[in-house]
């Protein structure tokens, strides 16, 4: 069983940064690959990034290329969502997640945080 804890969501004007963490409880965080879904009002969650166990391998959605970076520290059970270059369209409930590939279809994440929101304001 993995429990996650999203945190550092907040208000953000336009063309700002913010650093979203996950931190995870259990000792088998860094056999998991982590990832990272959004879910904006009225619409379905969506796959914002994602990265292996080992930290070697990411993939990002096109929206966000360029702009998040995604990283993990395996040794205090965290992984990070660096957001730049933020957009009105970034606002939505970030969800980090635990899964055993690396893909980016929620179905095979196994373990869900439970959202830290992110406004972006124009």
């Known amino acids: 069983q993995v429990q996650l804890v999203e945190s550092g969501g907040g208000l953000v004007q336009t063309g700002g940064s913010l650093r979203l963490s996950c931190v995870a409880s259990?000792?088998?965080?860094?056999?998991?690959?982590m990832g990272w879904f959004r879910q904006a009002p009225g619409k379905e969650r969506e796959f914002v990034t994602a990265?292996?166990?080992?930290?070697?391998?990411?993939y990002h959605a096109e929206s966000v290329k360029g702009r998040f970076t995604i990283s993990r520290d395996n040794d205090k059970n965290t992984v990070y969502l660096q957001m730049s270059s933020l957009k009105p369209e970034d606002t939505a409930v970030y969800y980090c997640a635990a899964g055993r590939m690396l893909v980016t279809e929620e179905v095979h994440y196994d373990y869900w945080g439970q959202g830290t929101q992110v406004t972006v304001s124009s």
């Open positions: 990265i292996s166990w080992s930290g070697d391998s990411t």
């Open positions: 259990g000792r088998t965080f860094r056999s998991y690959a």
